[in-house]
């Protein structure tokens, strides 16, 4: 498709060369754009590996550009979407020079509502601290200010701050088009501008969100589109497990009592005894709270449905939530008209309701209907309790709404083992997809090293994650740059945070230890990037998405193969299923999921020609036993060692500047 357009984009005099100081073609860039124009002319899905400097971004966005079709692109993470539309894109449609018309659309809770920001600016009992004053004040004149209400555009209140939750709507309190604020509504206007657009930029929570609807018979959230492109493809089968499954928490019925009460006292307060049935709604919840206490006991304080200690006692303190949920939504149901909260309220309860009965069945002992096999589970807290449930399999929902004709083109860095993609399309039930791959341009083997330490015990060992640390001590201390560790539980990440940061004390070093959990992610980020040589010791979600380039990340440390942990009751259930079936569930499921983890943390290191460094895996496996050849091949060509002075001599002696060969965005 367009293939001499293409030539007069990414060819050496092409408009990039000309717009974009330091682009220089590359191949591999070029090959991944006409695989996805011919994608487009076919209406095929295209599932696309491209290493880390293919210039991915560009190369989907350029015919998505020149396609003149109606266009979706769905990003990893909001960061990643706020960044393609803000830099990638105009700096793409100003080289084109093309008058394309691209939106951006989050979720609802994304966006201020006038209405709900309005009721919490007058009645300011809500705010529970002088903080929420001032955060109050500021999202005030932020609305009276924006033309989006985008809360990412507010940085003075954290996006993670209780009080936007009191600020946003949810679908069930949103008033629709009876409220007052309609006609100044941001998600409404956000959502116009994406039906009327040439692309429109998501999220790949949001484009869940919007398949989750669809399964209930709602329609109006995202536009339809020719093309839908996923960048950061591999997070989509975690993505769509979540948003696929349901949950229902204890706060959320208490919260859902408190509005019953507010509306009905408020709105219809001779209608019924509002306070008594709120009463009886939050005793219930409580009351399951304390039948489900045994579950603490279990490992991660969660058991499956069918594991459920003291199930009778459980399932009759449901059973009597749901009947006292059921009398709050007739209750609400009967007085919905006098009121818009009233009406908000009963959807919230209905809500609620429904998904409570749909967790509840089917009953012990008896099946599931064909083909709708799910995982049940709860989840105890300190003061909570959630009760949870997720499909066995997401590939027949998934793959079932691409709309016959319309193209779908899945891209990232790390979807196959060594160029099989079959794991990552078996998820997705994407087996028949045309698969290719394009390999890194970056010189790995002369400016990367891989180094696995002889002699630490194996994993399972309890003094493993000492053993590692002591091991990563020498290259610390060989490091010029930053060092970024990653660990599998949140425990390592204190010990091996402890011990450095004890190491480096009695050095008397000035090197700052940094730890997830310290400050918000973001923030420790910036200051990893500001710091220049500091340790940052950190756990699941820092395995992606992070991207450090230069001499403030120069080494890589990865304290064990990221096995998914066997209990996770929704792992559990799918290793269950594959060995019903006759098959071998570590090798069809835990290896290759294990892979592409190990990927993702590995390419943290290079993200550059210039970039350079040592990747440590503490984790004796990788070399020792059979399984590890398949995960140290699925990994770039780094140079290898099992020696620790020669992996410090490495970091001290860094490989002479790579030549700079430009940039090919992506």
Not at 17 to 33: F, K, N, T, V
Not at 82 to 95: G, H, K, T, V, W
Not at 224 to 235: G, I, K, L, P, T
Not at 406 to 427: I, K
Request: net charge negative.
């Amino acid at each position: 498709m367009f293939p001499h357009e293409l030539t007069d984009v990414f060819g050496p005099s092409g408009a990039l060369a000309r717009h974009m100081p330091g682009y220089s073609p590359r191949i591999a860039q070029r090959e991944l754009s006409d695989a996805i124009g011919r994608a487009l002319a076919d209406g095929g899905v295209l599932v696309a590996e491209a290493g880390t400097g293919t210039g991915k971004t560009w190369a989907y966005l350029v015919p998505a550009f020149l396609s003149g079709d109606k266009v979706l692109i769905s990003t990893g993470t909001r960061t990643l979407q706020d960044q393609l539309f803000r830099r990638d894109i105009p700096r793409l449609r100003e080289a084109l020079a093309l008058p394309v018309d691209v939106a951006l659309l989050k979720g609802r809770a994304n966006y201020v509502c006038h209405y709900h920001l309005d009721r919490l600016g007058q009645d300011e009992r809500g705010l529970k601290s002088a903080d929420e004053v001032r955060q109050l004040r500021e999202i005030q004149r932020f609305t009276r200010e924006t033309a989006t209400g985008d809360k990412a555009e507010l940085p003075a209140v954290p996006e993670g701050a209780d009080i936007w939750n009191r600020a946003t709507s949810t679908r069930e309190n949103c008033l629709g088009q009876e409220c007052p604020f309609v006609r100044d509504c941001f998600l409404l206007k956000a959502r116009r501008h994406a039906q009327e657009a040439d692309v429109v930029v998501v999220n790949h929570a949001l484009f869940m969100a919007d398949l989750a609807l669809r399964e209930e018979g709602v329609t109006d959230l995202l536009p339809e589109a020719r093309m839908v492109v996923f960048d950061e493809a591999h997070q989509l089968p975690d993505t769509a497990t979540r948003f696929l499954g349901q949950a229902v928490s204890v706060h959320q019925v208490l919260d859902c009592a408190r509005a019953m009460e507010a509306a009905g006292l408020a709105h219809a307060r001779e209608a019924t005894p509002w306070s008594e049935a709120a009463r009886r709604l939050e005793g219930a919840a409580r009351e399951l709270r304390l039948a489900a206490a045994p579950v603490a006991l279990m490992p991660g304080a969660r058991a499956t449905f069918q594991s459920i200690p003291e199930a009778e006692a459980f399932d009759e303190k449901l059973d009597a939530l749901i009947e006292a949920l059921d009398d709050a939504a007739r209750r609400l149901q009967s007085q919905e008209d006098r009121h818009p909260d009233l009406a908000a309220a009963a959807r919230t309860a209905e809500g609620l309701l429904g998904r409570l009965q749909q967790w509840r069945l089917p009953a012990r002992g008896e099946a599931a209907p064909e083909g709708e096999a799910a995982v049940r589970w709860v989840e105890l807290g300190n003061q909570s309790l959630r009760l949870q449930r997720a499909p066995l399999s997401v590939a027949r929902i998934f793959s079932g709404f691409r709309r016959p004709g319309q193209t779908w083109v899945l891209t990232s860095a790390t979807l196959s083992v060594q160029g099989d993609f079959g794991h990552f399309l078996r998820q997705l039930g994407l087996e028949d997809a045309v698969t290719d791959h394009w390999t890194s341009p970056f010189d790995y083997p002369a400016r990367a090293l891989l180094y696995v330490p002889r002699g630490l015990p194996w994993p399972g060992d309890p003094q493993f994650v000492d053993a590692f640390a002591r091991a990563l001590l020498p290259l610390v201390d060989a490091c010029p740059g930053g060092v970024l560790v990653l660990c599998t539980t949140l425990r390592a990440v204190d010990r091996v945070a402890d011990v450095l940061a004890r190491h480096l004390a009695e050095c008397a070093s000035t090197r700052p230890v940094m730890r997830q959990g310290e400050v918000s992610r973001g923030l420790l980020l910036e200051r990893f990037r500001r710091a220049g040589d500091a340790v940052l010791v950190g756990s699941a979600s820092f395995w992606e998405g992070i991207d450090v380039p230069g001499d403030a990340l120069t080494l890589v440390a990865i304290d064990k193969l990221p096995f998914a942990p066997p209990d996770d009751p929704v792992i559990e259930a799918r290793l269950n299923a594959c060995r019903a079936e006759g098959g071998n569930p570590f090798m069809e499921y835990q290896l290759p999921q294990a892979a592409l983890v190990l990927k993702q943390g590995a390419g943290r290191l290079i993200r550059s020609e210039a970039d350079w460094g040592v990747l440590m895996v503490g984790d004796g496996r990788l070399v020792d036993k059979p399984y590890g050849r398949r995960l140290w091949r699925g990994l770039p060509p780094f140079a290898r060692t099992r020696e620790a002075a020669q992996a410090c001599e490495f970091l001290a002696s860094p490989p002479a500047q790579a030549a700079e060969e430009g940039s090919a965005s992506g």
